[in-house]
């Protein structure tokens, strides 16, 4: 039921830009994409498809390539994108970036009246714990491998934390996952995620 949507969605999203996109047949697969990760790649919470606009060329290389090779695994929404990667021909992997990266930047999507207070603690919390490898302002380091986070949505933020500290991401690499998740599992109690999060989905 909900795929119907999304496809009707896609059939409208491959209308207006097929003229950008003559003859290119990397459509099929952007669309197949945009399937799960919603119409203009705002993110899906529906199926726990992030927001891909504004992704780094180097981050969607990796992230394809541990999802495709099995050390993102073990979690329900890696395996379904693990099925998708898979089907994404390397061959056709700048086009379909290229053609991202045409849709428009993602919808603030904070509430607009935001917790002073808990955007406080998360602005603080933020510079204290994740600065050094996400940047200043949550704009990715790629020499440590650390990605945007800005991009991404306020559910997936939490969801992708949970995958870290019980759903086995970073579990079976020695890369960024493994830091990421050695991380993650050694902070203190007292640590308030949904402060960090209120602080990177906030529009500023
Ligand atoms: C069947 C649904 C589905 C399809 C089709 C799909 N994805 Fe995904 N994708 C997901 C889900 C669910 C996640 C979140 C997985 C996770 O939490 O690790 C995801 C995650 C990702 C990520 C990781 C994002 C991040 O911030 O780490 C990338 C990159 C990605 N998808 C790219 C693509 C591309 C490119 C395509 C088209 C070739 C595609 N996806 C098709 C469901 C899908
Ligand atoms: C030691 C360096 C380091 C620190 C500190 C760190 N991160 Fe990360 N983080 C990474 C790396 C590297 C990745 C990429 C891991 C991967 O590919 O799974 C990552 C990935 C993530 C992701 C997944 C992004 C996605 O698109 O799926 C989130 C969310 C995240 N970090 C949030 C945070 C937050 C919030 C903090 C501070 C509380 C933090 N990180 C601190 C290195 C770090």
Not at 168 to 185: C, T
Request: charged share 20%.
């Amino acid at each position: 039921m909900k795929y119907t949507a999304l496809i009707l969605l896609c059939s409208w999203l491959g209308h207006t830009t097929v003229q950008a996109a003559e003859n290119d047949n990397v459509l099929d697969e952007l669309v197949f994409c945009l399937v799960c990760h919603g119409y203009q790649a705002q993110g899906n919470p529906s199926v726990g498809a992030p927001a891909l606009v504004g992704i780094e060329d180097w981050y969607l290389r990796a992230a394809l390539a541990a999802y495709r090779g099995g050390t993102r695994a073990g979690y329900a929404a890696a395996m379904d994108m693990q099925a998708a990667a898979r089907m994404l021909p390397e061959d056709d992997f700048a086009k379909v970036l290229r053609l991202l990266n045409e849709l428009p930047p993602r919808e603030p999507q904070a509430a607009a009246v935001v917790d002073a207070a808990l955007l406080q603690k998360g602005r603080e919390s933020y510079a204290q714990f994740c600065a050094s490898c996400h940047g200043a302002d949550g704009e990715g380091n790629q020499i440590l491998a650390a990605p945007g986070l800005r991009r991404l949505n306020d559910w997936y933020l939490q969801a992708a934390w949970e995958s870290y500290l019980t759903g086995g991401r970073g579990n079976d690499s020695a890369d960024g996952a493994s830091q990421m998740a050695q991380f993650v599992r050694a902070l203190p109690d007292s640590f308030d995620i949904d402060a960090v999060v209120v602080f990177l989905t906030a529009a500023e």
